[in-house]
């Protein structure tokens, strides 16, 4: 299933690209607002509260607050995609040490001058949350352009404090993911962002996360199970562990769980 991040500065489309993505992949959309939105969560509730507060969120508690949706069915069975976290190197390293590791993660670049530019014509749908352009992505239908707002923190002087604070934490975000991480101009139209990130996401790209092989082997007597299991643990550098080498281990150590076996060696009946 996708395991995807979207990262980069603000206006580089990484919700309008995160949208695309998780409709055309049936994946499941983790956003900042979702994430504050959750229903029965004590976790969201403090979130929310925190937001209310100070506009933002801590960071245990935002990755926390991700931990918890990633274990609900639908991201466990559809995957998920998360937009615009981790933010900040500390983010990384919780995200990380929690188990959270991405197959693929894609970051948006484009020049400063564009993005304050783009993020002034930004407009939402406050019916679905689609996300528009006046001059970029203007929807054709007039019910929709007139149910349009304009989002907070899209001024000129908002752009470029957020653009500051992410350039100074993007450069040590960007490390905890080599060998998955696929840079892309976000400086292009729309429709092409989108099919550069969805051919990357598509590429089986090896997690980094360390694959540990659990192999049961099952046959009758004398299918060749000992030698199998012997050769795999060769090829691969697994360790075997043969039951019937075991028991008489434990048999001869005269241990406690020896001694319990010891009988049904003795009748033969292992
Ligand atoms: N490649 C693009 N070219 C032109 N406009 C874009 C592009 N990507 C996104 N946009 C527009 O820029 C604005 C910001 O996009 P958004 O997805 O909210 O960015 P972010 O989530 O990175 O802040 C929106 O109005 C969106 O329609």
């Not at 499941?28 to 929310?48: I, K, N, P, Q, V």
């Not at 992410?166 to 962002?193: E, F, M, T």
């Not at 028991?247 to 009748?267: C, Y």
């Amino acid at each position: 299933v996708p395991k995807i991040v979207i990262l980069g500065p603000p206006a580089s489309g990484k919700t309008t690209i995160a949208m695309w993505l998780a409709k055309h992949l049936k994946t499941s959309l983790l956003t900042m607002d979702s994430l504050l939105a959750m229903d029965h969560s004590e976790l969201a509730e403090g979130a929310r509260r925190h937001y209310e507060r100070k506009r933002s969120v801590p960071s245990m508690l935002l990755v926390r607050l991700v931990q918890e949706r990633l274990l609900q069915d639908d991201c466990i069975s559809r995957g998920w995609i998360l937009d615009g976290i981790p933010e900040t190197r500390e983010q990384a390293m919780m995200v990380q040490t929690l188990g959270i590791t991405p197959r693929h993660v894609i970051a948006l670049s484009a020049p400063d001058t564009v993005l304050i530019e783009r993020n002034l014509g930004k407009r939402i749908d406050p019916q679905t949350g689609e996300i528009y352009h006046t001059t970029f992505d203007w929807p054709p239908e007039p019910e929709v352009q007139n149910r349009l707002v304009v989002p907070e923190g899209i001024s000129e002087r908002e752009t470029v404090q957020r653009l500051l604070r992410h350039h100074r934490n993007i450069v040590r975000v960007l490390p905890s993911y080599p060998g998955v991480l696929k840079v892309i101009s976000a400086d292009q139209p729309c429709v092409d962002v989108f099919y550069q990130a969805l051919t990357y996401v598509q590429t089986n790209r090896r997690s980094n996360a360390p694959f540990t092989p659990r192999v049961l082997l099952c046959g009758p007597v004398g299918s060749g199970k000992s030698l199998q299991a012997g050769l795999l643990a060769q090829k691969y550098g697994l360790v075997n562990l043969c039951c019937g080498q075991l028991l008489k281990e434990a048999v001869a150590d005269n241990s406690r769980q020896g001694k319990a076996i010891q009988p049904f060696f003795e009748k033969e009946m292992t």
